[in-house]
């Protein structure tokens, strides 16, 4: 499966974005759908994750309360929508997709990946 992520760009301490993953499989609800995110210097970790249907999410402590991950399968994308986005949100963000729920908070168990996409935090 292709995944294409968008939607990243600038904002200031406080404010929100929203990135969106567009799958090019038409079984899209095949695939659970996970972001991750890598700041400089970092390694990529985890963010969220869904599950294939059912609704069914999981959170970085980190960023619980701030950020909701979701998808429709009909349009074949997910998207993450980050609010109280803080500086040490900054980082690329990155969706995924894997078939099994086992691991899905594990970078090393996804085999699809999208390019990234840029979210700075300005203070």
């Known amino acids: 499966v292709q995944l294409q992520a968008s939607g990243g760009g600038l904002v200031q301490a406080g404010g929100s974005l929203r990135l969106s993953c567009a799958a090019s499989?038409?079984?899209?609800?095949?695939?659970?759908m996970g972001w991750f995110r890598q700041a400089p210097g970092k390694e990529r970790e985890f963010v969220a994750v869904?599950?294939?249907?059912?609704?069914?999410?999981d959170y970085a402590d980190s960023v619980k309360g701030r950020f909701t991950i979701s998808r429709d399968n009909a349009k074949n994308t997910a998207y993450l929508q980050m609010n109280s986005l803080k500086p040490e949100d900054t980082a690329v963000y990155y969706c995924a997709a894997r078939a099994s729920w086992s691991r899905v908070t594990t970078v090393g168990e996804y085999g699809y990946w999208g390019q990234g996409t840029l979210v700075t935090v300005s203070s």
């Open positions: 869904i599950r294939r249907v059912g609704g069914i999410t």
């Open positions: 499989e038409p079984t899209f609800s095949n695939y659970n």
